[in-house]
Structure formats: structure tokens, C-alpha cells
């Protein structure tokens, strides 16, 4: 019995329970357990903590490697505008079409059809090459596939694609229109055309200006881009960043397009029932240098500037290499009245008369007795009258426009104070128009110093040297105004983009010319050249014309080439407006009239006066005491208005018209 309870009984501890091994061992394993699933626990939140630091990481890597959204934001190039307000150039928006490859290609079963099908049916590309594109480009994000998408296009797509990607979610397609967007651009707009193309010139694609108003002020009329940023935040998520465009100043130019729009109507009449190799107009405000119109029969579309079409056949095109092309686009793009030169004849007689009053050369009652030509340097050197005029005074000389009286004029004034004043005109410098390509005619000129007589000679009547338009224009504007030369101007204003004045330009005064007392005696002079003399083509009914013709013999002589001119001013005793105009080598077999000229400069003005409101004043008393008597000019210079004068002035085609040398600059 005593052995059998000792095996039978458990063992008691020290506080009297009893221990049963079991229990102990059951405690051990799920401490142990507790212990085991905490260490698991513990790693596995390790590994995910590891895990989103690594993916991170990762993905700060990945999209490092991306292009994000960052990109240019173009600026509005600044508006031209005429004198009245009128937009003659601005910039419209239009569009980009940007493609994104890489997107399309991520499901190309999802967006590949879709995309290319409606690029073809709202924009009509080829198919082929759309998918070429995106093939090529296949890990690009953006291809820039299109320029110039307009507004309504835009909108075209837009809801094209809406209405596609409706009708695959209706019909459980799995396609959709992705990876095609927009971003928006500038394309430069001349709303009319080709008018005052070669004041305006025109903005390249590359954003700059070539020619005209384009060039010469681009500084102005460009802005600064802006830009959009794309970068990663400390969360991954991707933040943007956009600094905003400056636009570009809007321009004022001293054109008026109404007064421009009538210049070119009457040169196009003119080119199309004659024609002529060049045919060109300057309308200038005498008073203040601006130019309100100016315009060759050298016209071209602003908005296709490198359109040959109106100038050579396809054939001539297809026979140019790049080089002939460039030519061709520049000789047309080449602003005639400020670029070109040429001799120019009778109008500088104008000149040659102020300059020897003001030396105190003349007086103005001298008389000249004309006998068809004079003989100098071994030359027999004609007028336009091969009887001659007979005795002839000052005015009569400019009214039936003398060139021995001229001559003889110069002779009495040297060739000291002749050539002094060429250059107190202006001629041989530039007038700084802030027109580009003026051309240079610092060679093209005489001096004191190299002149021989028949070159004074010559010189006298606008023979043997050249000058620009806009240098005659700006000399003849100074003598009629009173003798203020002022520099030519195109532009008056300088506007902020929002339109507020930023620089008036204002009228510069460069030098005085001639004194009142001249401009008196001349501008009666040339009033009666138009009412009585060879300008007579050039009245415009009920208003007192003042002006000057011109017939200049081309160089090389005798070929019986002209140029022929005629320059005016209204009201003839205090001119409010000027007008010159030329035609180069009239397409006649009687060229050398100057007639072709005058009338053409008459059907201008007969529209721009009343425009100008300018009135009438054909009875208005010319005030003889405001002649400069005390230098012993006096009305007898109208004793003679009994005499029959010629109305034109035209050089016979006899053949002895040849003139002794050559143009200053010619064959030196």
C-alpha cells in the first residue's frame, strides 16, 4: 500500500499546492509562442517599412527619368497699328497638336486605332504616317505633329472625341481616344494682305522680324516666354510651377491706312494699264517728318511673304537654286523708296534755286536767256527746249524747268556753296528713317573737291547724282515748310501690351535749312508751275498745288530710258501735306513725259485732300508783301503771267539728249 501511494501522488510545494509538469510545460510553449509571433510581427513591419522607403525611392528614380508637364508658354508678339487705331498686323492664337507616343503604345489595343481614326477624319492626315510617327517616337511623350490649329478646330476635335469615346463606352468597346492634346501658340495675321507690305515687313516662324516695322522694332514687339514646371514633392506627387509670359509692346505707326489703301489703289491702276519697271509714292506730313503713306508697285502677301507666284512662272521658279530663290524673295521684299537710288532730275532744281537765294547768289529778278544748251567742259549740254525758252527769270526757270538757267544759276552761286548745301539737304547722308535697308549714298554724290564743271553743271538739274525717295521727299519737305528738316519717321508711338503709352515719338528737328523768305519765293514759284508750267497735270480741282516735275535720263545714256517724277505740296503757300511719286522706266516708247507722273500724283491727292480735311482754297489771296523785299524779291516775278508756258515737260526723242559723264559712283 505505502508503494502504491507513492506513485499515485503529486508533489506539493512549498506553499502547499500541488505542481503538475504538464501545466509548466504548456506555459513554456506559448511564452515562447507569444515571443516567436512578436519577432515575426517585429520583421514583418521591418520589411514593409524597408518595402514603401525602397518603392519611394524607386519611384523618385522612375519619374526622375520622365518628362513631366514642363514646357513653354509662348508670348503674344505686340500688335501694329496705323496712326487711327487700326490693326494692320497682330498676333491669333492657334494651336499645337501634340502627340504622346508613349502613352498611346502603354495599351496600343486600347488607343492606337482610336487615336490615329480620328486624327484621320477631323484633320484628314494620312493614316500611314500617323502611325509611323507614333511608331518612331514610341518613347517620346511629346511629338509636336501639327502647327497652326485653329480655334475652331480645336473645338472640331474636342468634341469628336467626346462623341468616339461615348460610342465605345456604349458599345463596350474596349478603345478610347488618348495621347492627343493641344498647346496653344501665336501666328502672326496682316488682316489686309499685302497693303503697306514694305512699311510693315513681315515675323518669321523663328519669331523675329525681316523688313519694315517687323525689323526695325522688333525689340519692342517681342516679349518673353513663360514657363510651366513640373517637379516631385517630397510625397511623389508630382506639383507644377508657372511663371507667366510678358507679350510684346504694341507699335503705332505713323501710317494712315486709308491714305495708304488710296496710294496703292491708283499705283495698281497705273501698273496694270501701263505699267512701268517700278512705280512708287511717299505721303509726308512736311511739318512734324511723318510719313502717312508709302508704297511700291513691289507688292507682296504679308500673310505667304515667300510666294514667288505674282513674279515668276513655275517653270522659272523650278529652274532657281536656293541661292536664286533667296535673291528673288529679297529683291521683292526690297523697299524701293528708302533702299534704291537713282538721279533725280528736275525735282532738285528746287535746290538749286533756294540755296543760291540763300547764299545771296540771286535775288529772284534775275533773268537768263536760254538758247536750248549750253556749251561746257567741251560738252554741248541741252535743255528739255532744244529752241530754248529765250530770256527767262528765276521763276520762269522753275516753271518751264530750265536747265540752262540752272546751269547758269550754279555757275553765279560756286561750287563751294552748291555742294555745301547738297549736304544742308540732306543728300549724300541718311536721313536714319527708322525704316531698315536705307542705302547709302555718301559715294553717289560730288563734292567741292572732285567736281569738274559739267558735273556742277549736271548736278544742278538732278543729273550725275543719286538720292533716295525719302531723302528728296524730307529736302523738299524743309524747303516748303519754312526750312525746318525734320527726320523722317514711320512710328509715333510705343504702347504696353494693356495699350498704355510707354514713349510718344515725337517730331526731331535736325537742322534748318532755308530761311521764311526763301520758302515764300519758292512755294509761289511752284504754285505756278502746277497752275501755269509743265506741272499742270498735277492740279487738283479746287485747291491752289504747288510742285515740281522731273524727267531724268537713265544711265547708261542713251537708250532712251527715263525716270519721271513729280513732287507736290498742299496748299501751295502753307503745305499741310506732301506728295511724291515716281515712275522708273515707263513701259512706253515715249518715256520721258512727265506728265505720267503728275497725273498719277493728281488722282492721289484728289482722294487723300478731302480725306485729310484739308480744304479748298483757290481764292485765297497770296500775300506779295510777305516776299522777301528787302532782299530785292519782288512781285515782278508774275509781270510775265501773259506769256503761253509749256504744260509738261518732256525731253524730244531726237537723240541728242546724252548727258557728258556718268552718275557720281559710276565707273570710279
Keep these: 500500500m505505502k508503494s502504491q501511494d507513492k506513485i499515485g501522488t503529486n508533489k506539493k510545494n512549498k506553499g502547499g499546492s500541488v505542481s503538475n509538469p504538464p501545466d509548466i510545460l504548456q506555459r513554456r510553449l506559448i511564452i515562447i509562442l507569444i515571443m516567436i509571433v512578436i519577432a515575426f510581427a517585429a520583421l514583418f513591419i521591418n520589411i514593409l517599412l524597408l518595402q514603401r522607403k525602397k518603392e519611394v525611392e524607386y519611384n523618385q528614380k522612375i519619374l526622375s527619368q520622365q518628362r513631366y508637364d514642363s514646357r513653354d508658354i509662348p508670348y503674344k508678339r505686340g500688335d501694329i497699328l496705323d496712326r487711327n487705331g487700326t490693326y494692320i498686323a497682330t498676333s491669333e492664337k492657334v494651336y499645337n497638336l501634340i502627340l504622346d507616343p508613349k502613352q498611346i503604345n502603354t495599351e496600343q489595343d486600347k488607343y492606337l486605332n482610336a487615336s490615329v481614326g ?239 537765294m540763300e547764299e545771296g547768289a540771286i535775288n529772284g529778278n534775275e533773268t537768263y536767256n536760254c538758247r536750248g544748251f549750253e556749251e561746257i567742259g567741251g560738252w554741248k549740254i541741252r535743255c528739255a527746249n532744244r529752241n530754248g525758252h529765250g530770256i527767262i527769270n528765276v521763276t520762269e526757270a522753275l516753271m518751264e524747268s530750265c536747265n540752262v538757267a540752272m546751269m ?74 519754312g526750312g525746318s528738316y525734320y527726320k523722317p519717321h514711320i512710328v509715333k508711338q510705343i504702347l504696353n501690351p494693356k495699350g498704355a503709352i510707354i514713349k510718344n515719338i515725337e517730331p526731331e528737328l535736325v537742322r534748318e535749312t532755308v530761311s521764311a523768305h526763301t520758302t515764300a519765293f519758292i512755294n509761289e514759284a511752284l504754285r505756278r508751275t502746277v497752275a501755269e508750267g509743265t506741272g499742270s497735270a498735277a492740279a487738283v480741282a479746287g485747291y491752289d498745288v504747288g510742285g515740281k516735275t522731273g524727267t531724268a535720263e537713265k544711265y547708261p545714256r542713251g537708250n532712251g530710258n527715263y525716270l519721271v517724277s513729280f513732287i507736290g505740296s498742299v496748299p501751295a503757300q502753307s503745305p499741310e501735306v506732301v506728295c511724291y511719286v515716281l515712275i522708273d522706266t515707263p513701259h512706253l516708247g515715249d518715256q520721258a513725259r512727265s506728265a505720267y507722273a503728275s497725273s498719277l500724283f493728281s488722282k492721289i491727292m484728289t482722294e487723300v485732300l478731302p480725306y485729310m480735311n484739308i480744304y479748298s482754297n483757290v481764292d485765297e489771296d497770296i500775300d506779295v508783301s510777305a516776299f522777301p523785299s528787302a532782299e530785292g524779291i519782288s512781285d515782278a516775278n508774275t509781270a510775265g503771267e501773259s506769256k503761253s508756258y509749256s504744260t509738261e515737260e518732256v525731253i524730244p526723242n531726237d537723240g541728242k539728249s546724252d548727258l557728258p559723264g556718268a552718275p557720281a559712283g559710276e565707273g570710279e
Design 118 to 356: 480620328i486624327l484621320k477624319d477631323v484633320f484628314g492626315y494620312n493614316e500611314e504616317e500617323i502611325r509611323k510617327t507614333i511608331a518612331d517616337k514610341s518613347d517620346s511623350s511629346y511629338v509636336k505633329y501639327a502647327n497652326d490649329i485653329t480655334y475652331e478646330q480645336k473645338v472640331a476635335f474636342e468634341e469628336k472625341k467626346e462623341e468616339y469615346n461615348k460610342w465605345y463606352k456604349d458599345h463596350k468597346k474596349n478603345e478610347s481616344v488618348n495621347g492627343i492634346w493641344f498647346e496653344e501658340s501665336y501666328q502672326r495675321k496682316y488682316p489686309y494682305g499685302s497693303t503697306a507690305c514694305n512699311v510693315l515687313g513681315f515675323a518669321g516662324n523663328d519669331g523675329d522680324g525681316y523688313t519694315g516695322i517687323e525689323q526695325s522694332y522688333n525689340d519692342e514687339l517681342v516679349g518673353v516666354s513663360g514657363r510651366e514646371y513640373g517637379y516631385l514633392n517630397d510625397e511623389s506627387s508630382l506639383e507644377r510651377v508657372i511663371k507667366n509670359p510678358t507679350d510684346g509692346n504694341k507699335v503705332v505707326s505713323t501710317i494712315d491706312l486709308n491714305i495708304q489703301k488710296i496710294v496703292e489703289k491708283h499705283i495698281n491702276e497705273w501698273q496694270s494699264s501701263v505699267g512701268s519697271n517700278m512705280t512708287a509714292a511717299i505721303v509726308m506730313n512736311p511739318n512734324n517728318g511723318e510719313i502717312l503713306a508709302m508704297a511700291t508697285s513691289r507688292a507682296f502677301d504679308l500673310n505667304n511673304p515667300r510666294d514667288l507666284n505674282n513674279y515668276y512662272s513655275p517653270e522659272q521658279q523650278a529652274g532657281m537654286d536656293d541661292k536664286a530663290k533667296v535673291d528673288a524673295l529679297n529683291n521683292i521684299w526690297r523697299n524701293y523708296a528708302v533702299s534704291d537710288t537713282y538721279e533725280p532730275g528736275s525735282p532738285s532744281k528746287v535746290f538749286t534755286v533756294a540755296s543760291a
Design 408 to 481: 547758269d544759276i550754279s555757275r553765279t552761286e560756286g561750287s563751294q556753296n552748291f555742294y555745301r548745301y547738297q549736304k544742308v539737304f540732306g543728300f549724300g547722308s541718311k536721313t536714319a528713317i527708322d525704316l531698315p535697308g536705307e542705302a547709302d549714298t555718301s559715294t553717289l554724290i560730288h563734292t567741292a573737291d572732285n567736281a569738274g564743271a559739267t558735273d556742277l553743271a549736271t548736278n544742278s538739274f538732278g543729273q550725275n547724282y543719286n538720292v533716295t525717295m525719302v531723302q528728296l521727299v524730307s529736302a523738299y519737305a524743309s524747303v516748303v515748310n
